[in-house]
T-cell receptor, first 114, second 113 residues
Framework: SQKIEQNSEALNIQEGKTATLTCNYTNYSPAYLQWYRQDPGRGPVFLLLIRENEKEKRKERLKVTFDTTLKQSLFHITASQPADSATYLC?????????????FGKGTHLIIQP | DAGVIQSPRHEVTEMGQEVTLRCKPISGHDYLFWYRQTMMRGLELLIYFNNNVPIDDSGMPEDRFSAKMPNASFSTLKIQPSEPRDSAVYFCATTGQSTDTQYFGPGTRLTVL
């Protein structure tokens, strides 16, 4: 069966360190993978998208890698800050255009300790 | 643009009542998605529309759920009759031809007693 797995437990990181979140999937062939941030009481907000033919994508302090052989994406936040504390969701799209809706993992709750 | 607008933000109702959730998409976005989020199941796609036409409703849990998009500016998700297990946060999201990302509304928190 198709499955997307993210760290189910909260991830506690010291301020200034790099936070690394994992997204593993099985029985999907995603055209691309997206990462979203969700704060309590709010809808998910798009952060980064990486396509199946890309290995790495960066945006400011964020970096995403995508290994289609391992079926895994890693999401890194460097020089983490307490304001980065939130739930981070990975989402798979198999259509290549967002046109079929996204399949989301359950998210990882990240806590950056001052 | 104000982004995706959803109403109401909170809804508390009793079992058996009809519930209608509303969504106004971002102007120019021709795809609209309804998702449901619970602690147990995470964020799940219920149904999506393209140019106001329902494309895939395979995620709609039961016949008690129905969704419409009468025009490009408005969509509704209706639950009739509602049950306690329908309690969740319901999100509307939209996207357009020129973007691969989805823009989510603030959600409607539904509590069915």
């Amino acid at each position: 069966s198709q499955k997307i797995e993210q760290n189910s437990e909260a991830l506690n990181i010291q301020e200034g360190k790099t936070a690394t979140l994992t997204c593993n999937y099985t029985n999907y062939s995603p055209a691309y993978l997206q990462w979203y941030r969700q704060d309590p009481g709010r809808g998910p907000v798009f952060l980064l998208l990486i396509r199946e033919n890309e290995k790495e994508k960066r945006k400011e302090r964020l970096k995403v890698t995508f290994d289609t052989t391992l079926k895994q994406s890693l999401f890194h936040i460097t020089a983490s800050q307490p304001a980065d504390s939130a739930t981070y969701l990975c989402a798979l799209d198999t259509s290549g255009g967002g046109a079929d809706g996204l399949t989301f993992g359950k998210g990882t709750h990240l806590i950056i300790q001052p | 643009d104000a982004g995706v607008i959803q109403s109401p933000r909170h809804e508390v109702t009793e079992m058996g009542q009809e519930v209608t959730l509303r969504c106004k998409p971002i102007s120019g976005h021709d795809y609209l998605f309804w998702y449901r989020q619970t602690m147990m199941r995470g964020l799940e796609l219920l149904i999506y529309f393209n140019n106001n036409v329902p494309i895939d409703d395979s995620g709609m849990p039961e016949d008690r759920f129905s969704a419409k998009m009468p025009n490009a500016s408005f969509s509704t998700l209706k639950i009739q009759p509602s049950e306690p297990r329908d309690s969740a946060v319901y999100f509307c999201a939209t996207t357009g031809q020129s973007t691969d990302t989805q823009y989510f509304g603030p959600g409607t928190r539904l509590t069915v007693l």
